[in-house]
């Protein structure tokens, strides 16, 4: 069971981390545009609002990945598996946004627009909705470069065993 564990909390702390280097990527250019525009919001509002989007990803990646794995796109179902995931790349963006909504306004960090889950939600669709479609589709090219990689490498191992099998 450990050997099974291992690899499993592995991918989980790799996504972990890097959702979180995402997050403070993100984070570095709203701290940059407060800086140039002389916002008064304190610096760990805009903290909490990207870290917990970025959470929230980070914890809807396993069933991402798992979409990949179930219905990839390839040659010869492409067409059928990019609006497959279309359509779930759009409710991504939207569940994220939803759950975004229902937690910033607690936490009162944005208190003058970000009053109502609702204002939230509204807000948060004209801010974010493109930009976590994106993610699911980042999500989606990280996992198939990792699989055409894995599956080239598995044709190279089977070309070397070839190649140094001796014919009778």
Known sequence: MGR???PKLRTYVVI??????????LLSQDLTRKLFSHDPTPWWHFSLSWLTGVYICAFLTPAILWLGRRFPIQRENWARRVAFHLLFSVLFAVFVIALDSAILPHLRIFPSFMKTSGSTFALLMVLAFHQNVLSYWTILGIQSAFRYYHAYQERERQALRLSSTPLN
């Open 4 to 6: 099974i564990l291992a």
């Open 16 to 25: 972990f981390l890097a959702w979180t280097f995402l997050g403070l990527f």
